[in-house]
């Protein structure tokens, strides 16, 4: 079982990135994927999360209007396209499996990638 998450960067604020995360070893799809974020001293929260059946999404207020997260199938892959980047968004950005979209704790995710780097930095 593989997560692979890759596109972070530096970027400027009011810049884009997207970010991807790459499943392996198991059947992606029937599962919710999460981006969680950590930024130094802080605690791992939780940003945007999507459902495995229909594809519903969650964003945390402070991505809303901002981040737009998304899944292709057939690539069992998930993308979480940011735009309008703030300094605040900088953080080691971690895409997570699990079984509940709904849930915020990363102690109710079961399978995580290692991490992409993101700064918003001028």
């Known amino acids: 079982v593989q997560l692979q998450a890759s596109g972070g960067g530096l970027v400027q604020p009011g810049g884009s990135l997207r970010l991807s995360c790459a499943a392996s070893?198991?059947?992606?799809?029937?599962?919710?994927i999460a981006w969680f974020r950590q930024a130094p001293g802080k605690e791992r929260e939780a940003v945007s999360c999507?459902?495995?059946?229909?594809?519903?999404?969650y964003y945390a207020d402070s991505v809303k209007g901002r981040f737009t997260m998304s899944r292709d199938k057939a690539k069992s892959a998930v993308y979480l396209q940011m735009s309008s980047l703030k300094p605040e968004d900088t953080a080691i950005y971690y895409c997570?499996?699990?079984?509940?979209?709904?849930?915020?704790?990363?102690?109710?995710?079961?399978?995580w990638g290692q991490g992409t780097q993101v700064t918003v930095s001028s």
């Open positions: 999507i459902r495995g059946g229909d594809g519903r999404t």
């Open positions: 070893g198991f059947t992606s799809n029937n599962y919710a």
């Open positions: 997570a499996a699990g079984f509940d979209y709904l849930a915020r704790t990363p102690k109710d995710w079961v399978y």
